[in-house]
Every structure is written in C-alpha cells, then in structure tokens.
C-alpha cells in the first residue's frame, strides 16, 4: 500500500474508540522496527520524525527508506513529521513526500498559532497532506523544543473550538497535562476537556507524552476521543539499551548483533503500545 494520510486512518480509530499508534523513529533500524511489527499485528501505523531527525539524514533519504520498506506493505502507513515550527520546512517535507504534517505555533499567542496553522493548512490541502495543530502548551523536552513546567498550561476548551472551526486538520494536540519526555510524578490528565474539544470539534485528538502513563490513562483517554498517541522516550531507551546492553553482554565488535537486539527492542515497545491502544487487527 502506497503511503496514505492520518485523515482516514484517525477517522476510523474515533470512530471505533482505539487509537494509532504514533512513534517517533530515528534511523533505518528503527523504522523497519515500527513497520514490520504493524504489519505483523495487521495495525494501521503513524512513522513519526522530529526535525531534528529529518535534518540528521536529510528529507530524500527518510523518505526513500519508508517508500522501499511500506511501499509493498498490506498495511496503511502515514509518514508525520512532528511538532514543526517553521512553515518553510513543512514544506521542504511536503515536497520530499510526507503525508502528513504537524505545524506546532502553541507558542504563540492565539491569533498568531491560528494565522501559522492556517498557512501550514493551506500548504497541505493543495498537495493532499493531512495535519496536525497544538493548542496550549505541553511541558518537557520534544528534541528541540522545550517547554517548563511554569510555562505549560492546558488548553482552553471555547478558544480550542474557536481554533479549529476552520482549519481542516486530521487531529488536534490540546494540552491536556501530559508531559514530553519521563514523567517524574503522577500526571493530571484533564480527562473532561479531552471529552469536550473531542465532542465540540469533531476531531480526533492527539495524545503526546505518551511515555510512561498508566494504561487506565489510555483507556480512558482513547474511550474519550483520542485517536493517535505519540510515542517516543520510549523508543529511544529501545533503541540505546537494546545496542548497549547486547554489546555489554557479547563484548564483541561485530555490530550485527547489537542492531538485531535494537530491532527486537524497540519491536518490543511498538508490539506493547500497538495491543494496549487497540488499533491490532483494525487492518
Ligand atoms: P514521549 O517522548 O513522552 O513519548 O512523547 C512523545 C511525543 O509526544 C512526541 O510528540
């Protein structure tokens, strides 16, 4: 199946109460990790790269990977790229082949986060591209974004309405008090604003900082509206312990081995998100 948008796949996860799993690669090793275990759970999948990874190995060669693993793949594969800033990059992925794009001005005072979202919209309808736009601030580190605790603060329920009643976006990323990064107590999830800007919107709603929060948290918060969740710290801790700890154990210099550990590592977490959100066998 060729590379599709969120817009169906989010749709039809609402609507079905489960969620997409949404996870943030960095290399190869990590994407092949992401689309075969959706595959072999027959689960609709969302790669997801920050921009501090696309200017890693620059927007051609992300996109030659995917093509060549998904491209054969009977499963439905959106490529996102994650909390972008700048509308002029946005483009540059569109143009090397996203199907989807997140513009992140949550920064910004309301006006200016609607006027960014609306250019980064009007990009993305011309070439078919679905998006993604946050409104409140979450807290904790996205790569290259960081955001403290004193400057986060959740989304307000009428502004968030008025924000998206005429953007046409695939999912919306409230703050709704979850955290980028390792959680260090129990976080507050506003569980009843997720349920009214899912309701009064029409959206699904995207879940960041996915890492760490309790399965009841996901529960709820899928039963509530929420159809994509982001996972990403945890693909990382994969991905570096997976390496170090079968290099620790073999002390060998032949990388072959480490990597398939990396790959059966960060398969493991996939494998373990994919089930909890319910999206297994929605293909
Ligand atoms: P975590 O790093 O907490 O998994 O959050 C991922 C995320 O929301 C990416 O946008």
Aim: negative net charge.
């Amino acid at each position: 199946m060729a590379l599709v948008t969120m817009t169906d796949m989010l749709q039809k996860a609402k609507g079905e109460k489960y969620a997409v799993g949404a996870f943030n690669i960095v290399d190869y090793n990590s994407l092949r990790a992401v689309v075969q275990v959706a595959e072999a759970l027959k689960a609709p999948v969302i790669v997801q790269t920050s921009v501090k990874t696309v200017r890693f190995w620059g927007p051609s060669t992300i996109v030659s990977w995917l093509r060549e693993i998904a491209s054969e793949s009977p499963i439905p594969v959106a490529l996102h790229l994650d909390h972008c800033k700048e509308v002029d990059y946005i483009k540059t992925c569109i143009d090397a082949g996203w199907t989807s794009v997140m513009i992140d001005a949550s920064a910004k005072p309301f006006e200016e986060n609607l006027a960014a979202t609306r250019q980064a919209a009007e990009l993305a309808d011309a070439a078919g591209v679905s998006v993604e736009a946050e409104m409140g601030r979450i807290v904790g580190v996205e790569d290259d974004i960081f955001v403290a605790e004193h400057d986060a603060h959740l989304a307000d329920v009428d502004e968030a309405v008025a924000f998206c009643k005429d953007l046409n976006l695939a999912v919306f990323a409230p703050a709704i008090g979850t955290a980028h990064g390792v959680y260090k107590g129990e976080p507050k999830i506003a569980f009843d604003r997720i349920e009214e800007i899912a309701r009064r919107t029409g959206l699904p709603i995207a879940l960041h900082g996915g890492t760490g929060l309790a399965d009841e948290v996901f529960r709820k918060a899928i039963s509530l509206g929420c159809a994509k969740v982001n996972i990403s710290t945890a693909i990382k801790y994969a991905f570096i312990d997976g390496f170090v700890d079968d290099y620790n154990a073999n002390r060998k210099y032949e990388p072959l081995g480490p990597l398939g550990a990396q790959l059966d590592c960060v398969g493991q977490v996939v494998t373990q998100n994919i089930k909890l959100f319910g999206s297994e066998g929605k293909v």
